[in-house]
């Protein structure tokens, strides 16, 4: 099991920049493939973005492709996501999740989860 800890969330216009973070405790992070996931407010959990434990091969959903970028630092225990050219629709609670194993893009198939930090881009 990893403890997983969000941050970096906030307001920002359409168009700007924001970059999460996401703080693994425990020593077998690396071992964990690492995704990211949001929901905003009346719709489901959806996916985002997946690292594999490596860190060599990442996947992201269309909506999200050329835009944002997940990156992972094993020595650190830590996994990213910057998030460019940010649009009002992406606006939601993102999460942080982890799964020991390999990746992949369904919400269920991971047992570690943090908090959520709060995106809103305003129009």
């Known amino acids: 099991q990893v403890q997983l800890v969000e941050s970096g969330g906030g307001l920002v216009q359409a168009g700007g920049s924001l970059k999460l973070s996401c703080a693994a405790s425990?020593?077998?992070?690396?071992?964990?493939?690492m995704g990211w996931f949001r929901q905003a407010p009346g719709k489901a959990r959806e996916f985002v973005a997946t690292?594999?434990?490596?860190?060599?091969?990442?996947y992201y959903a269309d909506s999200v492709k050329g835009r944002f970028t997940i990156s992972r630092d094993n020595a650190k225990n830590t996994v990213s996501l910057q998030m460019n050219s940010l649009k009002p629709e992406d606006t939601a609670v993102y999460y942080c999740?982890?799964?020991?194993?390999?990746?992949?893009?369904?919400?269920?198939?991971?047992?570690?989860w943090g908090q959520g930090t709060q995106v809103t881009v305003s129009s």
């Open positions: 999740a982890g799964r020991a194993g390999t990746t992949t893009t369904q919400a269920p198939m991971y047992a570690n």
């Open positions: 425990g020593r077998t992070f690396s071992q964990y493939a």
């Open positions: 690292i594999t434990r490596s860190g060599g091969i990442t």
